[in-house]
């Protein structure tokens, strides 16, 4: 198998080795050790709040192979973000203040894991791709400095080319009905995308209170504000551009 | 009145989705402000959306062409406002890509006719504030803000990426400002905790208790209300916080406005889904 520079050798052993352990204290007070547990369990998200317990890892079924790795993977992701995201030795401090870690998959640097390991579909099928929202919380408190959110951005696009399946299907059609909004005015009708939003996933009662408290203080323009060269921002749209 | 109009320094101003339609109370409250401060903003010819969250998610060269356009509209010589965070980090981000890589500018250059000003200057509405005397601007005491307490809220305006880590920073702005007009800022660990943006829409289910989250640890500290320099900001804290008793949510323009005795303020705060009347007449403000 080939192996770029950068990349872990593919004769590394990735099931229980000690560097891949997550800072948690593994004795278990009576002087026996834990058998160490698979690596993708201990980059998905503990469901409790940050404390793992024993019922969280008591499935030691998820164990992963060296052979299903994919390693033009890594070094894709590094060419299209622009990020060396190789500087990670996991501190879990972007995963401490990601807004959001509660509600993915895998943390933050799990995603980051995943790629260092080319486990490809594993990261780009995973939810944390689409819920972080860019905030550059974890890269303010990244002491590498490693743009997570370039590489969030390139592993979605990733994702909708290689046509994997999106595990947060409606925040990928808001995004589209954004898109589509900036594509026909220039600028976003909130009042359009949140319909168009709401008729694609066929939901039409949640949020009802919202979106009527919303018009009712005037937070909906029933017209869209518009640019008036819209031709060009169409053009930015329809044009493959080949930059170098 | 007229020389007071003439004495004015145009600056060209991007107002962004945002404050151009849900926020208009922050858009108006601004332009006064400008205004008293002795600019007049001039709104950029044929603007466009910078791209928001979406663009630069799923199709990061539209992001690029998006916040580009913008750029290459912006007259020479003038330095270019921007009110909302969001867009500020889009369009500066593009700026500085632009500035440090030929290919991408010469691209641009091409395509537009238009060579690109390395000069301009993409200024955040904070940094106005800094060189203004607030006190001696406003109208009937230096203090008119006395009695507010308020927690200040940045959102994720102070993250930034890393390629943008050395530029200006704003935290402590609010406070400083505010509290030289009389308001008394509070401690709080929420001032920069990320207000779950789009996924208020996507999934309100994650969204809301992180903003409830946020209105109890402002009524922890004991603050009237909370002041947010973001339109967005704005807009989740009051869609999103099921409390019973939510906590008024100020954009920094409007209490400054009304700090300077603007009295147009009527037609900004209706436009609030949480009423911050109650607590200004309490306060002797309106």
């Known amino acids: 198998m080939q192996t770029p520079e950068n990349i872990w050798p593919s004769t590394y052993q990735l099931v229980g080795s000690a560097s891949l352990h997550p800072p948690y204290n593994w004795s278990r007070g009576d002087g026996r050790t834990r058998r160490p547990l698979p690596v993708t369990r201990l980059l998905r998200t503990p469901r409790n709040g940050g404390i793992m317990k024993k019922e969280n890892y008591s499935d030691l079924g998820e164990t ?27 501190c879990w401090c972007c995963t401490g203040g990601c807004p959001f870690s509660h509600a993915m998959d895998y943390t933050p640097n799990g995603i980051i894991r995943l790629v260092q390991f080319g486990l490809k579909r594993k990261a780009l099928e995973s939810s944390t791709i689409w819920l972080c929202v860019g905030c550059n919380t974890c890269s303010t408190v990244c002491p590498m400095r490693i743009d997570m959110s370039a590489i969030m951005d390139t592993m979605r696009q990733m994702a909708l080319e290689e046509g994997i399946s999106v595990a947060e299907p409606d925040i990928l059609n808001f995004h589209k009905e954004v898109l589509h909004s900036i594509e026909h005015y220039g600028r976003t009708h909130k009042l359009e ?32 504000s518009k640019v008036n060269d819209i031709g060009e921002i169409r053009k930015f749209f329809t044009d493959v551009k080949h930059k170098t | 009145m007229d020389n007071h109009k003439n004495s004015l320094t145009d600056i060209s101003y991007f107002p962004g989705c945002s404050l151009a339609t849900s926020a208009k109370e922050n858009n108006l409250s601004l332009l006064n402000l400008c205004r008293r401060l002795g600019f007049n903003p001039v709104e950029l010819d044929d603007w466009n959306c910078c791209g928001s969250s979406s663009a630069h998610s799923i199709r990061s060269e539209l992001a690029d062409d998006l916040a580009a356009r913008n750029l290459f509209l912006a007259p020479a010589g003038r330095p270019l406002l921007v009110a909302c965070p969001s867009c500020m980090l889009r369009l500066r981000h593009m700026y500085i890509h632009l500035r440090d890589d030929e290919a991408a500018r010469g691209y641009y250059e091409d395509k537009w006719n238009i060579s690109f000003d390395p000069n301009l200057n993409i200024l955040h509405f904070f940094e106005l504030l800094p ?69 208020s829409v996507a999934r309100p289910d994650v969204v809301r208790p992180m903003v409830n989250n946020i209105a109890l640890g402002a009524k922890e500290t004991g603050a009237d209300c909370i002041v947010t320099a973001c339109a967005m900001c704005h807009l989740n804290l009051e869609i999103r916080c099921d409390l019973r008793e939510p906590v008024p949510i100020f954009h920094f323009s409007e209490l400054l406005s009304l700090a ?9 705060f209706s436009r609030h889904i949480v009423d911050p009347e109650p607590l200004l007449r309490s306060k002797g403000l309106i």
Request: aromatic share 12%.
């Open chain 1, 64 to 90: 992963i192979k060296s052979d299903d790795s994919d390693f033009q993977f890594a070094s894709e992701v590094k060419k299209r973000s622009g990020t060396d995201f190789n500087m990670c030795y996991h």
């Open chain 2, 260 to 268: 300077l005795g603007e009295d147009d303020h009527k037609g900004w």
């Open chain 2, 131 to 199: 060189e203004a005397n607030l006190p001696n601007l406003a109208k009937d005491s230096e203090h008119p803000l006395n009695g507010i307490r308020f927690v200040p809220y940045y959102g994720c305006m102070l993250a930034r990426p890393p390629v943008m880590s050395r530029e200006k920073n704003y935290y402590g702005l609010m406070e400083k400002i505010l509290s030289s007009l009389g308001a008394e800022p509070l401690l709080w660990g929420y001032a920069s905790r990320c207000c779950g943006t789009f996924l």
């Open chain 1, 193 to 224: 995308i949140m319909l168009r939003y709401k008729i694609r996933k066929r939901d039409w009662f949640s949020d009802m209170d919202v979106g009527l408290k919303m018009l009712a203080k005037r937070k909906l323009d029933l017209m869209p």
